[in-house]
């Protein structure tokens, strides 16, 4: 009986430290969010506060916690940063026309969730960016206004992804 107890224990620590992780990205999120929409940057102290506080919790959650090392978790854990990486040569490459911010982001994200919801982020915010650029070209024309030099926030437009993540979040 004791050693069912023992057993069970370190699978819900493994729980609910999945979900606190969640909740943190939440905040770190919404709070991007909204420094984005507002300022069109987020500060380097919150970034640097959520890597402080995401790379040791991903170091016990996706390392320490794990009874082997394999493949697929090595496979895992490299293909998560894939997004923020590629968003970082897009900035350097476009002189900054993509903010360094939203690599950043991206990057320290996937400290915090998995490969599936940093990737359904990723292409929610391309694929709302691809959308409200358009839009935004159509209005320019028919209104007849030059809107090319007008930039749009990445991280908001990120938001989309989080549907299909919150609907299969278990709480």
């Known amino acids: 009986m004791a050693a069912s107890a023992a057993v069970k224990i370190p699978m819900l620590n493994t729980i609910i430290l999945s979900k606190v992780c969640f909740f943190i990205f939440l905040f ?8 984005d929409l507002r300022y069109r940057a987020v500060p380097n102290m919150i970034h640097l506060i959520f890597i402080l506080t995401g790379f040791p919790l991903f170091l016990y959650h996706n390392i320490f916690t794990k009874t082997a090392f394999d493949i697929s978790l090595l ?38 969730i ?15 960016a691809f959308v409200l650029s358009a839009v935004m070209l159509i209005y320019g024309k028919i209104k007849n ?27």
């Open 28 to 35: 770190y999120f919404f709070l991007a969010c909204v420094f």
């Open 145 to 171: 206004r030059d809107l090319q030099h007008m930039s749009l926030p990445l991280i908001p437009l990120m938001l989309p992804g989080l549907y299909p993540i919150l609907m299969n979040l278990n709480l």
């Open 114 to 128: 998995n490969v599936r919801s940093v990737l359904f982020i990723f292409i929610s915010g391309f694929l709302s």
């Open 75 to 112: 496979n895992d854990l490299v293909i998560r940063f894939i997004p923020g990486l590629l968003l970082l040569f897009v900035s350097l490459v476009s002189r900054g026309a993509l903010g360094i911010g939203d690599a950043v982001f991206m990057t320290i994200s996937a400290l915090y």
